[in-house]
Antibody, heavy 117, light 107 residues
């Protein structure tokens, strides 16, 4: 059974940094593209970033380019999202999700990031 | 960016009904279209990918169709557990984008 467990969320002030982690199990992590998707309170879903199996390709939504960095450690079966210079509009639940036959086949439970002074 | 528009934004239906949700892409995306179900306080769940392929374990009451710019999700014989918010999503090009969601409520 696929398990994805996010951690690292919390309350930070604008301009601060946070690093999210996603621990994966139940599948061959190194064979899967991985994603971060976020959902602001009461709003819809927004794809944030993804990373190729070996980490050689990364893609980002424009609103986080230059501020967020996605990375992975295949030896540790872990996905990361380094978030710098956080803004109020980054407040959301952040989900990690695997790609499989389709996009976002499996999801974690999410971790809440709140950016507020 | 490819803009995804769902209609309706909300829908009231009764148990046993059949409903259809429409998703339109602002440009052609072939069949690179997925559907997700989300219940309050929970992570989304993948239902359909490649416009019409059912994810493993998803009941056949869910079906998808379409290609190019126009797509539909049909749910037959609604049950209480089907009342949720549904999202379409394109993965033809970056950034991957979602529709705004369709909230399916019990009448």
């Amino acid at each position: 059974e696929v398990q994805l467990v996010e951690s690292g969320g919390g309350l930070v002030q604008p301009g601060e940094s946070l690093r999210l982690s996603c621990a994966a199990s139940g599948f061959t992590f190194s064979n899967s593209w991985m994603n971060w998707v976020r959902q602001a309170p009461g709003k819809g879903l927004e794809w944030v970033a993804n990373i190729k199996r070996d980490g050689s390709e990364k893609n980002y939504v424009d609103s986080v380019k230059g501020r967020f960095t996605i990375s992975r450690d295949n030896a540790e079966n872990s996905l990361y999202l380094q978030m710098n210079n956080l803004r109020a509009e980054d407040t959301a639940v952040y989900y990690c999700a695997t790609d499989g036959p389709g996009p976002f086949d499996d999801w974690g439970q999410g971790t809440l990031v709140t950016v507020s002074s | 960016d490819i803009h995804m528009t769902q209609s309706p934004s909300s829908l009231s239906a009764s148990v046993g009904d059949r409903v259809t949700i429409t998703c339109r892409a602002s440009q052609g995306i072939s069949s690179y279209l997925a559907w997700f179900q989300q219940k309050p306080g929970k992570a989304p769940k993948s239902l359909i990918y490649a416009a019409s392929r059912l994810q493993s374990g998803v009941p056949s009451k869910f079906s998808g169709s379409g290609s190019g710019t126009d797509f539909t999700l049909t749910i037959s014989s609604l049950q209480p557990e089907d009342f949720a918010t549904y999202y379409c999503q394109q993965y033809h090009s970056y950034p991957r984008t979602f529709g705004q969601g369709t909230k399916l409520e019990i009448k």
